[in-house]
């Protein structure tokens, strides 16, 4: 009977291990600070496994600003749309499309902050490099 629990427990072990892997992917998060005078950070790095959309959801962006955001490959190429006038206003999700060339490495969500004065805003979310 254990010898029968230990076989039940190992292939539901391995079912719920491959449903992870295959399940696509998940949430980086992220909580920095974006500098002031429109300098970039690199937010989240993850693994881009497949062409499709990359997905960024914010929950904060620091009181009224506003970022703006893209993603870069391993050498820091730019790889994707830019999105302008990223808020935390309904959670505000953006998706991006990324470079053919992306698939197969890592790629880093970028982002700056908008304003070009001497103020640093806080930004937090979840960066999906792959969205199946």
Do not use: H
């Amino acid at each position: 009977m254990k010898k029968r629990l230990a076989t039940t427990v190992c292939a539901l072990g391995l079912l719920v291990s491959t449903g992870v892997v295959s399940a696509g992917t998940s949430a980086i998060t992220y909580a920095k600070v974006l500098p002031s005078l429109s300098r970039n950070i690199y937010l989240a790095t993850g693994t881009k496994d497949n062409n499709s959309n990359s997905k960024v959801e914010n929950s904060i962006v620091g009181q009224n600003y506003e970022a703006t955001m893209w993603i870069v490959d391993a050498n820091g190429k730019k790889v994707s749309n830019t999105a302008i006038d990223v808020t935390d206003n309904d959670n505000d999700t953006r998706f991006f499309i990324v470079d053919q060339s992306a698939v197969g490495g890592d790629v880093t969500l970028v982002a700056e902050n908008d304003q070009k004065k001497l103020v640093s805003v806080e930004i937090s979310g979840r960066f999906y490099p792959d969205t199946r």
